[in-house]
């Protein structure tokens, strides 16, 4: 095995996993080490559930993401999660609407298919996900999740022509799967400005992928039933330590599937949305037990992808950057 471990030296990489658990000495811009997202926020009223809840049990979430894709929400409706985001300093992060299991094709349904369900086949696809992106940032979105190769190097051009804010954050969906330190790697070559570890990785096989890349991770420490439906809250202050700068992401086992989501659901997506942030409020609270010393961010730090309202924002459409007066 030698010249194999001596290639990957060479390249950068560890030659074996990292089962000494080392430090991370890597900080996000505002030198915190960690920052909370609750996923699967999929409207404004779940939205404003979870604000309300992480009020009522006094905790700072950092991120917002949401699943059903931005096709599924009325410019109304992503307006107003826009506002309720920016008026607090947290980030918004929407995901591409257009994917295999939205399609007319079966293979992402196939048991052996479903490693394509959320990638883009074929080209008018990605011209849909390439829309789907400059609507949400038109709209004040600045972050948003893909879960496709080329739709991610894409997203990189379109920064650099003006078509999305140079500060839009990319965030790689969990669903691409990624899963060593070269092929994460590869994602943050390709544009990833945080990345989604799938959520089955040991501490020593997430560490090796912490010292190949510089940027976020994001790690559910409660992963939904679909995702292996793990409960790591125990955990945390490890993951912190030898991942930082990280995203502690609350998902929640045991829920239906909510996916694609609306107004027909949207009891169920409340609730589902306050018990996430109970879940946070509790993980939260085992790390203040165990490691107080851990360093988070304040609401609106420099790197979270804040929204900005339509009526004080740099829209970008097109070549032009429209700069409102």
């Known amino acids: 095995m030698e010249k194999s471990r001596a290639l990957l030296r060479e390249l950068g990489f560890l030659d074996r996993e990292a089962y000494d658990l080392p430090d991370s000495d890597k900080r996000f811009p505002d030198g915190a080490q960690y920052r909370v997202e609750i996923p699967s926020v999929e409207g404004p009223e779940s939205l404003k559930a979870v604000f309300q809840e992480a009020d009522r049990y006094g905790i700072t979430i950092h991120r917002v993401s949401q699943g059903s894709g931005i096709m599924l929400l009325t410019d109304e409706e992503i307006t107003e999660m826009v506002n309720l985001c920016a008026s607090r300093g947290v980030e918004l992060s929407l995901f591409v609407g257009p994917r295999g299991t939205w399609d007319i094709s079966a293979q992402p349904l196939t048991p052996a298919g479903k490693a394509i369900a959320l990638r883009h086949e074929g080209v008018d696809q990605l011209v849909y996900a390439m829309e789907d992106l400059q609507r949400a940032n038109r709209l004040g979105v600045r972050g948003a999740l893909v879960a496709d190769e080329g739709l ?78 793990f409960i790591r809250h125990y955990e945390i202050p490890e993951l912190i330590r030898i991942l930082s700068p990280i995203y502690i992401k609350f998902g929640l086992r045991n829920h239906p599937d909510v996916y694609p989501s609306g107004s027909h659901l949207e009891p169920v997506n409340i609730s589902l949305s306050r018990e996430r942030v109970r879940r946070a409020y509790l993980g939260l609270e085992l790390l203040k037990r165990y490691a107080p010393e851990l360093k988070t961010s304040e609401l609106g730090a420099a790197g979270l992808g804040v929204p900005i309202p339509q009526d004080s924002t740099t829209i970008y459409s097109g070549e032009q950057a429209l700069v409102d007066n």
């Open 152 to 229: 991610l190097l894409l997203t990189g051009e379109m920064k650099k022509r003006s078509m999305l804010d140079p500060g839009f954050v990319v965030k790689v969906s969990v669903q691409m799967m990624a899963a060593n330190p070269v092929s994460i790697k590869l994602m943050q070559d390709l544009g990833a400005d945080t990345y989604n570890v799938p959520t089955g990785l040991t501490l020593p096989k997430l560490a090796s992928a912490r010292q190949a890349i510089d940027i976020p991770l994001d790690v559910y420490v409660e992963a939904p039933d679909g995702l292996g439906g």
